[in-house]
């Protein structure tokens, strides 16, 4: 079991040294996010064994699809992608749904908050829904972002 893990860690690694080496940093990025997000959105599938796989597969998975969107979305997409989930996450309502649309590239997206609570060291946290359409391919994301000191949002 112990190898299984340090193997799909190993894989993973070898995909993000690959992708740095290849392609722009925001592919890169992309595959990164991609991964922690399959990650986690896998390990929240089975029990033992069977979790360490779901998770494995879902970083992999994750790393492809990231790897794709970060490809495609240039730095302009990235401003507008972020000014809307900064702005959303700090004044809009729960299951208000705010969009962003580069008209040089066609790009745009979604981010929508599903809850808010504050945790027990009083960090204010929103999970999150979001979407990011490249041509006619939609992708959609599940996250969480924590309020910092600064009154900026980051996802976690």
Same mark, same amino acid.
């Given at each position: 079991?112990?190898?299984? =893990? *340090?193997?799909?860690?190993?894989?993973?690694?070898?995909? $993000?040294?690959?992708?740095?080496?290849?392609?722009g #940093?925001k #592919? %890169?990025?992309?595959? $990164?996010?991609?991964a922690?997000?399959?990650? @986690?959105?896998?390990s #929240?599938v089975g029990?033992?064994r069977? =979790?360490l796989? +779901?998770?494995g597969v879902? +970083?992999l998975l994750?790393?492809?699809?990231?790897?794709? /969107?970060?490809e495609?979305l240039d730095r302009?997409d #990235? $401003?507008a992608?972020?000014?809307?989930a900064?702005?959303t $996450?700090?004044?809009a309502?729960?299951?208000?749904t %705010?969009?962003w649309?580069?008209p040089? %590239?066609?790009n745009?997206?979604t *981010?929508?908050? !599903?809850?808010t609570?504050?945790?027990?060291d009083?960090?204010?946290?929103r999970? *999150? !829904?979001?979407? @990011? !359409? /490249?041509?006619n391919?939609t992708?959609? &994301?599940?996250?969480? &972002?924590?309020?910092q000191?600064?009154?900026?949002?980051? /996802? /976690?």
């Amino acid at each position: 079991m112990h190898r299984f =893990k *340090f193997a799909m860690l190993g894989l993973a690694a070898l995909a $993000l040294a690959a992708c740095t080496e290849t392609t722009g #940093q925001k #592919q %890169s990025l992309g595959t $990164l996010l991609g991964a922690v997000a399959g990650g @986690v959105a896998g390990s #929240q599938v089975g029990d033992g064994r069977g =979790k360490l796989v +779901a998770t494995g597969v879902g +970083a992999l998975l994750g790393a492809m699809i990231g790897s794709e /969107i970060g490809e495609s979305l240039d730095r302009a997409d #990235q $401003l507008a992608m972020e000014h809307s989930a900064q702005q959303t $996450l700090e004044t809009a309502p729960v299951g208000t749904t %705010s969009t962003w649309h580069n008209p040089d %590239s066609g790009n745009m997206g979604t *981010f929508t908050p !599903t809850q808010t609570y504050q945790q027990n060291d009083g960090t204010y946290c929103r999970e *999150f !829904t979001q979407t @990011v !359409t /490249i041509g006619n391919r939609t992708e959609e &994301a599940y996250g969480t &972002a924590c309020r910092q000191p600064d009154g900026s949002w980051q /996802i /976690i």
